[in-house]
Nanobody, 122 residues
Framework: GHLTESGGGSVQTGGSLRLSCGAS????????LTWVRQAPGKALEWVSSISPRNITYYTESVKGRFTISRDDASSKVSLQMNSLQPEDTGVYYC?????????????????WGQGTQITVSS
């Protein structure tokens, strides 16, 4: 299976971006779909997950600013990011697993993408 992210870029503080991730080669509708990020020089950080039944989970720092959603008909998961801050800068990865995970290593997930860069400037 594969996951492919898109939608990264550069934005000023307070701006918005929408990330998308397409799944192929496995039945993503049966999986928890997750976004994690890695800031320069820091460990991987869990950001948000959505269950197969559309229950959503967020790390505290993004609650009220980020919204995760899934479209199982097109095998996609999206992350709408509003009110972006410089501390949101990093490489964002989507990941998938049948279990709900907040792991610090991509290889702990069943599938993960190549990542997309988000840069928020002040």
């Amino acid at each position: 299976g594969h996951l492919t992210e898109s939608g990264g870029g550069s934005v000023q503080t307070g701006g918005s971006l929408r990330l998308s991730c397409g799944a192929s080669g496995f039945s993503s509708s049966d999986y928890y779909l997750t976004w994690v990020r890695q800031a320069p020089g820091k460990a991987l950080e869990w950001v948000s997950s959505i269950s197969p039944r559309n229950i959503t989970y967020y790390t505290e720092s993004v609650k009220g600013r980020f919204t995760i959603s899934r479209d199982d008909a097109s095998s996609k998961v999206s992350l709408q990011m509003n009110s972006l801050q410089p501390e949101d800068t990093g490489v964002y990865y989507c990941a998938a697993d049948v279990l709900f995970m907040k792991r610090s290593r991509l290889r702990d997930y069943a599938y993960w993408g190549q990542g997309t860069q988000i840069t928020v400037s002040s």
